[in-house]
C-alpha cells in the first residue's frame, strides 16, 4: 500500500433476506458507496446479483445471522418472518439492529398490533383475537357484525398469505380453525371501503422524522397491483392518513422506513397492515421523490441525515409485474417511453412478483395508462381493472 | 424444480475494466434484471462491489477477455486502453463487441480521429502528427501558430495525462521527445476558449440515435470538475455543437454512448475529444435525465430499444469528487437537500476520482452553489473558481 493511500473503511448494512427490497436496498448501497451485504436463503434470491456479498443461509438460522451482523455495521430486514429472540440476544450484545426487534414485534404480531393501537386510539377496524372457532369471543363478535368477518393471521401472514375472507359464518369457523393451527386469529369486521392508501414514512436513528407524500393502493387477488401519486383523495383524508401514521409511528418506534396502510371508509381512515421496512407502495419513490424509501432506510439504518422526501414529477403511477402464463417482453416494455422498467431478476412463475414499471408525469391518468401498458409488455397477470 | 417454474435466462453483458463507468452501469443493469460481468484487474476495483460477477484480470489479458466473452451476451468496455486487436479476434469469431474495436480505434488514436474528422470537414483545432521533435513536421507547424503547441500522446492518454501544455517552444520540443517513446504524438494549436461544450449520443444496434442536451464542462487542473446542464450557451452554439456531434458519430459508427467534447471559440465549435463509452460529462443523467446515459448504453449494447433522453428538471449541476488531503463526511453531504451523492468505494488518495454529486433544480445557479456544497463536504480537492 503506497503511503498516500489510506483506505476508508466503507459503511457496511446487512440485511436479513434476499428479496426485491434488499435488491433495491443494494441498488441504493452502490450509490452511496455502502456495502450491502445481503443474507440470502438461496444463492439466487434476487438480492444476491446486486449486493456487495450474500451469506447463504435462512433468516433464523444463528449461524448465518451471527455471520452477518459480526460483518457489519447496522443490520436491517427486508421481511418480518425472522427469529426476534435471537435479534433480542444480538441487541444485548451490542449490535445496531433497526429497526429494533421490539418494533418489528409490535407491527409484525397483528394481535399485539392491533391491541396496542387501539388502547391508544388510533383507529382501527372492529376486532378480536380469539382462540379458537368454538369459544365464546368468536359468537360474541359475529354476533355484532352484518356478515361473516375477516379472518387473519396474527403472525407470518403476508401478500394477503394468511387472510381469508370468508363466504359465511361456517367457512370463517373453518378458517380459524385452519389458522389456528400454526398462529393466534385475528377477527376483523369486513369493511365498505372507498379506497385504500399508504402513507411511508422514515425514522432516523436520532429521530427526525420525514414522510412520503400519501399515495393510493390498488390492490388485486388481494396483492398490491398499482399505486397511485397523488392520491386523487380529499385534502382532509390524507391530512388524517398522514396524522394518523405519524401516531402509529410515533407508537411503533422504528428506525428506518415504517408503512402504513390504510382503509378509507365512511367513517374515516382506519389503519390496515403496518410494516417496519421498505414497502411495495414506496417503490415509486426511486424515481418519483428525491431520495427513495431505500435510500432514506440505509441513511437511517447507518444513522445518517435523512433526505428529501419531495415528489419529482406532479404524477407518479407504479404497477407491479406479477408472472402470468408466460413471460413478458423487454423490449416491448422499454420501446414505451417514459416507462421504467424494474425486474427484480427472479425466475418466471405465475403468481409471484417479478418486478414493478413506474411511470412519471404531469397527468395521472396519462401516467396510469402508460405504466400500465408497460406492465402489460412485461406479462403482467394482474387487470388494469377488475373482472 | 417445479414443473411451473421457467427459469429465464437472464441478459448478461461484459464490461471490460472495472472502474467507475462499470460501476454505475451495474447499477442500472440492476434495475433492469441485466447481469453485468466486470473484467476488474483488482478484486477491489469499483465496479466489483456491484456487478453480479467479477472476473480478475488485465484489459489484454486474452485468458480473462475470453473467459468474459464466453458469459455473456455482450461485451463492451469502461476506458479504451484495450487490446483491440484481441477484440478483433473476438469479433471474427462471432462475438457481439459493441462499441466495435474499429469504432473504438477510430476514437481512441488521437492521430487517426484527427485526419479523419479533418478529411470530413468535421471542424478539429489546426493539428500535426509528428515522429519526433527534430523532424521538418514540427518546425512547420509550429511556425504558424502564435505560441507553443499543446503536445498529446495519440494513444493512451486519459484525464489529462498524456496532454502537455508547455510554456515555451524549447518544452515542447521536450515533451515529443518524451511522449514519442511510447506513441506518437499530435500536436496542436493553443487556443482561446470561450468555454467548453460536452454532447453524448447514445446509437442503438439498429442504429436508432438519440442524443442529451448539451451541457457545459468546467476543468480544473486538466480533469473535468464540473458540469452544467443547462450549458448557458448560445442557442446557435448548441445547434452547431449538436451537428457536430452527430456527424462525428456517424464517422465513428459507435454502438451505444458516444461521448464529444467540443471547444467553444471565436471561430465556432471544434472537436477536442471523442469517447465511445459512457463519460464523465454524462453522469448527472442519472437523476437529471429520463433515461441515464449507463441505462441507454446498456440497451443499445444488448439491443434493446434506446429510452427518453429528456431531462427531468430545469436544471442539473454535476460537481466531481477528488480525493484532497484528507477523507470528506458522508454525513455532511447528505445533511445537504437535495445533493444526490455517488460513492464509487475506491480507496481514499488525493487527486483521485472518488465520487461526484449531482444537484437538480429550477435554478441553474442555486443548483450549483448547491452541488459545490456537497463536493467540499466530501472533500474535493478541486475549487469551484479557480484560483
Redesign the interface.
Known amino acids: 500500500v503506497p503511503k498516500?493511500?489510506?483506505?476508508?473503511a466503507?459503511?457496511a448494512v446487512g440485511v436479513i433476506g434476499g428479496g426485491q427490497l434488499a435488491?433495491m436496498l443494494?441498488?441504493a448501497a452502490?450509490?452511496?458507496?455502502?456495502?450491502l451485504v445481503a443474507l440470502c436463503a438461496n444463492g439466487d434470491d434476487a438480492a444476491a446479483?446486486?449486493a456487495?456479498r450474500t451469506i447463504v443461509g435462512g433468516p433464523s438460522d444463528p449461524r448465518a445471522v451471527r455471520e452477518l451482523a459480526g460483518s457489519v455495521d447496522a443490520l436491517t430486514l427486508d421481511h418480518e418472518l425472522v427469529d426476534l429472540e435471537l435479534l433480542d440476544e444480538l441487541v444485548a450484545e451490542g449490535v445496531a439492529v433497526r429497526p429494533s426487534p421490539a418494533a418489528v414485534r409490535f407491527a409484525a404480531r397483528k394481535d399485539h398490533q392491533r391491541a396496542a393501537l387501539s388502547a391508544a386510539g388510533v383507529p382501527v377496524p372492529r376486532f378480536a383475537v380469539v382462540d379458537g372457532a368454538d369459544d365464546g369471543a368468536f359468537d360474541a363478535f359475529c354476533a355484532g357484525l352484518d356478515g361473516p368477518p375477516v379472518v387473519k393471521a396474527a403472525r407470518g401472514g403476508y401478500d394477503g398469505r394468511g387472510v381469508v375472507v370468508p363466504a359465511t359464518l361456517e367457512a370463517a369457523r373453518d378458517a380459524v380453525r385452519e389458522l389456528r393451527q400454526f398462529s393466534p386469529v385475528v377477527l376483523e369486521e369486513r369493511l365498505d371501503l372507498l379506497g385504500e392508501l399508504s402513507v411511508l414514512v422514515v425514522t432516523g436513528a436520532d429521530g427526525q422524522r420525514r414522510h412520503w407524500p400519501v399515495v393510493r393502493t390498488i390492490q388485486r387477488d388481494s396483492m398490491c397491483a398499482e399505486v397511485l401519486f397523488p392520491s386523487g383523495l380529499a385534502e382532509d383524508v390524507e391530512r388524517d392518513a398522514l396524522e394518523v401514521a405519524e401516531r402509529v409511528a410515533d407508537l411503533v418506534g422504528a428506525v428506518g422506513v415504517l408503512a402504513v396502510e390504510l382503509f378509507v371508509t365512511a367513517r374515516g381512515v382506519l389503519v390496515n397492515e403496518v410494516a417496519t421496512r421498505p414497502h411495495n407502495s414506496g417503490h415509486w419513490t426511486i424515481e418519483g421523490a428525491?431520495t427513495s424509501q431505500f435510500e432514506n432506510h440505509l441513511?437511517a439504518v447507518l444513522g445518517?441525515?435523512l433526505?428529501?422526501t419531495e415528489p419529482?414529477?406532479a404524477a407518479a403511477v407504479m404497477v407491479n409485474v406479477v408472472g402470468s402464463a408466460r413471460?413478458g417482453d423487454?423490449?416491448a416494455a422499454?420501446?414505451l417511453?417514459?416507462v421504467?422498467?424494474?425486474?427484480?431478476?427472479k425466475?418466471?412463475?405465475?403468481g409471484r412478483k417479478l418486478?414493478h414499471v413506474t411511470v412519471?408525469g404531469g397527468d395521472p391518468e396519462r401516467a396510469r395508462v402508460r405504466a400500465w401498458e408497460g406492465a402489460e409488455a412485461l406479462g403482467t397477470s394482474l387487470a388494469k381493472e377488475p373482472g
Do not use: K
Open positions: 498516500d493511500t489510506q483506505p476508508r466503507p459503511r435488491r443494494a441498488e452502490s450509490e452511496l458507496g455502502v456495502h446479483a446486486t456487495t428525491v441513511r445518517l441525515p433526505g428529501s419529482t414529477a413471460p423487454l423490449a422499454l420501446a417511453e417514459g421504467h422498467v424494474h425486474d427484480y431478476g425466475p418466471w412463475r405465475p418486478g412519471l
